[in-house]
């Protein structure tokens, strides 16, 4: 019977798309149970992902696991039902897709009931069975349609999708771990007595951080994944104590070094994690990132400035994540302009260490000087790039720029072409033959450069050895005998001290940057002083040598510098040594190297006796204004013991005398200055007429305090009267007197202030004594104001004001600090101070 249906359907030509119809409803049947199957295992893994299994206790992971496991079972059952379609359904499913009445597809199967029937009967039904094929022959089976959206209504599958996607995301490395966790159904961990695990992760020394603690359980549960930020290249540690069968697993991201004792270290060189377990059973997992170790970065702030010695000053800042620990600067691609250099050469262009800042980490803004002249490249245009480098060894470079290199200046002109026949000699040593002719010619007239025995026997000796030259480090040799000579020739020994000056200070500043012992640094102070003196007494001979009427003064500085304006800066560096103040002291050892630096740029020069003279009257007036603030000190001092009753005999008379002297002095002093033609000053006018003032009152408050009583005639009551009004017109003298010598006080500095002035005004105009074209004073320090600080007073080279002599700058803050409450308590002494800068002052020494 089946085979004769199926003989129909071939007839009709239904028999291929019935066995479609049979795919279509089969898969129609699956499909949803396949998408059930994919909702339930990305259901299983967003949950994993998302560390469920690792905070559950093994109970509830079982019941978890169970529920999953019974969820795909009954799929599992659903699927395990269905059946292949039937004939029947397959026909009912075309003629449902085809559209047509009377069901063809179905028709064509059936059977007549009454196969008895007459011939009329038949015949109806064969043009039935005709008309049911001719329909069924247009029949194609539709593509399946498994309706799930119907069965999800609420698309609960799109949102376990993306739960997927945020658990993988979330999950990272430890996808599988998590996984994994799931089916860790192991018992519980019992830790026996003692049981500790230690692990932590150093970070590089360089980074300056502390260890890195990696937490465990104490009770032995499982801990939860955790996450760990730690800069690279740290070194995973684990210590464990009564821990038994514990086992580590490291996955990427942890580098395994075997160690000269046998052991295992990991190093963390990117992302990565660590699990722990003890028997069988987890203790901890952590995420490991590491925090990546970005190269330095150096730039300079200034353009670089070549100084007029040959040296060379840069000024730059460092930039790192954790520290520089060094620097320097790169000199490449020489070009000469008045010779090329196309051959081989002797010497390489030089490095540049730099110094570092004076901070912990040697991040920040910087300045470093160095004498770079010596090189055969000195005058040459070159490419310089700054490099820094950090802790971990990496290096960081700055744009390149194009300068030219300092060079020394020569004004000796057998030195200068010394000096050019050594280049010569250093950087074309193929043709070093043409420096011995050139030699030979200077020896052919050598009482042109009136060269001393001295030099000419060290020429012939150059010569000789030229003839006699039997490799390039005999040419090295000769060349350095060349440059020691031109140097001899142009500052006699005044190079080999300032060379050893150098390196004391080199020393000094190297140890202030470590944060050496006070007694290392103690010892560098004293090498640097030796060798400062030594530079200072030839400096002092090379002056002696120009000439009796020269003078050496610092190009910046209008008066001349002294030993002991070097040994007060000297002292200065050491009290900021002792104080712990490093950077202070680096600061004030830079500025002792560029005092240093500008008096050995000064060319001896006339001095000019109105100079000298206006010099030594601000000398003088400076002493006088020092004297006349002791003065009024001791009279005000004088004052407060008469008020207390008990009062000094005979001191107001010496106070009288001492005032008279200052007076006297003061005149004298404008009589000077007026001999040399100044005009006269209105402020030391003033300040003659309020020591004059002064001196009457002292002697008023003198004969007051010795008075005797009037009309006492011996007795007790006229007797206190008397002493009452003598004691009280002492008092009221002494008063009057300390208002006045106030008054003189600042007279005199402003007069000090108006002759510093003066002494600007006129070696500004004048010719300099050094390279410029004035000494200094009257030049502007790049900032505008003409040398001067910023409450604008004239200063020296050593930050001093030139009217009172102060320190002004370069000393550190604790030393800043009691130079103010020293003034401050000074100004509180002060008898006609008003009330209210009184009480702001008293308020201002509470605070201390």
């Excluded at 009454?114 to 109806?124: H, S, V």
């Excluded at 712990?580 to 680096?586: E, K, V």
């Amino acid at each position: 019977m089946a085979d004769k249906r199926k003989q129909t359907l071939a007839e009709a030509g239904l028999a291929g798309q019935a066995r479609r119809v049979a795919g279509v409803l089969l898969f129609e049947r699956l499909w949803p149970l396949v998408v059930a199957v994919l909702v339930l295992a990305g259901l299983f893994l967003a949950v994993s992902w998302f560390g469920l299994w690792l905070v559950l206790p093994r109970y509830l992971r079982i019941a978890g696991v169970a529920g999953f496991g019974g969820a795909f079972a009954y799929i599992l059952w659903h699927a395990a039902r269905l059946r292949w379609p039937g004939l029947t359904e397959r026909l009912a499913r075309l003629d449902r897709d085809s559209g047509q009445p009377h069901h063809p597809a179905s028709a064509l199967v059936d059977r007549i009931a009454n196969a008895q029937a007459d011939a009329g009967t038949q015949a109806l039904w064969a043009l039935h069975q005709a008309r049911m094929a001719q329909a069924s022959a247009q029949i194609v089976a539709a593509p399946p349609k498994p309706n799930v959206p119907k069965r999800d209504r609420f698309a609960l599958r799109a949102g376990v999708l993306l739960a997927v996607a945020a658990g993988a995301f979330v999950a990272g490395s430890q996808r599988d771990i998590r996984v994994a966790a799931a089916f860790d159904w192991r018992g519980h961990f019992t830790p026996p007595e003692g049981f500790r695990v230690d692990a932590w992760l150093n970070p590089p020394l360089y980074t300056g951080r502390p260890p890195i603690l990696l937490t465990f359980p104490a009770n032995g549960e499982a801990a939860p994944q955790s996450h760990i930020d730690a800069p690279v290249h740290s070194v995973l540690i684990v210590h464990s104590a009564n821990a038994p069968d514990l086992a580590m697993d490291a996955q990427k991201g942890l580098a395994a070094q075997k160690q000269a004792d046998g052991g295992t270290q990991y190093i963390l060189d990117g992302d990565g994690s660590v699990n722990f377990s003890a028997q069988g059973s987890r203790l901890a997992g952590f995420d490991l990132h590491a925090i990546p170790d970005l190269p330095p970065a150096i730039q300079l702030t200034q353009p670089p400035k070549a100084n007029a010695r040959g040296s060379l000053t840069l000024n730059y800042k460092t930039s790192d994540d954790y520290g520089v620990v060094s620097a320097k600067a790169i000199f490449s691609d020489p070009v000469f302009d008045e010779k090329a250099y196309s051959g081989r050469h002797l010497v390489e262009l030089p490095d540049m260490a730099l110094d570092l800042p004076g901070t912990a980490t040697g991040i920040g803004e910087a300045q470093t000087t160095a004498d770079l002249s010596d090189s055969p490249y000195a005058g040459a245009r070159v490419s310089l790039t700054l490099q820094a480098r950090d802790g971990a060894g990496q290096t960081g470079r700055s744009r390149p720029q194009t300068m030219e290199l300092p060079r020394r200046p020569f004004s000796n002109p057998l030195a200068l072409a010394l000096v050019e026949q050594r280049r010569d000699l250093l950087l074309d040593p193929d043709h070093f033959p043409r420096v011995r002719q050139s030699i030979e010619a200077l020896l052919i007239a050598p009482e042109l450069f009136k060269p001393n025995a001295e030099t000419y026997l060290g020429m012939l000796h150059v010569d000789h050895t030229l003839q006699r030259v039997q490799g390039d480090p005999d040419l090295v040799k000769t060349a350095d005998f060349l440059w020691q000579m031109a140097l001899h020739l142009e500052d006699g020994d005044i190079p080999q001290t300032m060379q050893a000056l150098r390196a004391a200070q080199e020393r000094l500043r190297r140890a202030l940057q470590k944060g050496a012992p006070e007694a290392q640094i103690r010892k560098l102070m004293d090498d640097v002083r030796t060798a400062m003196n030594n530079f200072m007494k030839e400096m002092a001979r090379k002056a002696q040598r120009d000439g009796p009427h020269s003078q050496m003064q610092a190009n910046q500085n209008t008066r001349i510098i002294t030993p002991k304006d070097m040994q007060s800066l000297m002292d200065q560096i050491e009290q900021a040594a002792r104080a712990g103040d490093m950077a202070s002291a680096q600061k004030l050892l830079d500025q002792l190297q560029k005092t240093l630096e500008n008096l050995r740029n000064a060319k001896p020069g006339k001095a000019d006796p109105n100079q000298k003279g206006m010099a030594k009257a601000l000398s003088d007036l400076d002493r006088l204004t020092r004297n006349q603030q002791d003065l009024r000190d001791d009279t005000f001092s004088e004052q407060q013991k008469q008020e207390d009753g008990k009062p000094s005999p005979g001191v107001q008379q010496s106070l009288q005398q001492r005032q008279g002297g200052l007076r006297e002095g003061l005149d004298k002093l404008q009589k000077q200055m007026q001999q040399m033609g100044g005009k006269g000053d209105p402020n030391l006018d003033e300040a003659g007429k309020a020591m004059k003032e002064a001196e009457q009152e002292l002697g008023m408050a003198g004969k007051g305090q010795g008075q005797p009583a009037e009309n006492g005639g011996g007795q007790p009551g006229g007797q206190g009267q008397g002493q009452g009004r003598g004691q009280g017109n002492g008092q009221a003298g002494g008063q009057d007197a300390v208002a006045a010598q106030g008054r003189a006080l600042g007279a005199l500095r402003k007069g000090a202030q108006a002759l510093a002035k003066a002494m600007q005004k006129g070696q500004g105009q004048g010719k300099g004594t050094g390279e410029g074209t004035g000494t200094g004073m009257g030049r502007n320090d790049g900032n505008g104001r003409d040398g001067r600080d910023p409450l604008g007073r004239s200063q020296d080279g050593l930050g001093r004001n030139v009217a009172d002599g102060q320190p002004l700058q370069g000393a550190s803050p604790a030393q800043q600090a009691q130079t103010i409450l020293r003034e401050l308590r000074k100004r509180l002494s002060d008898p006609n101070l008003p009330l209210q800068e009184k009480a702001y002052i008293e308020q201002l020494l509470r605070m201390e």
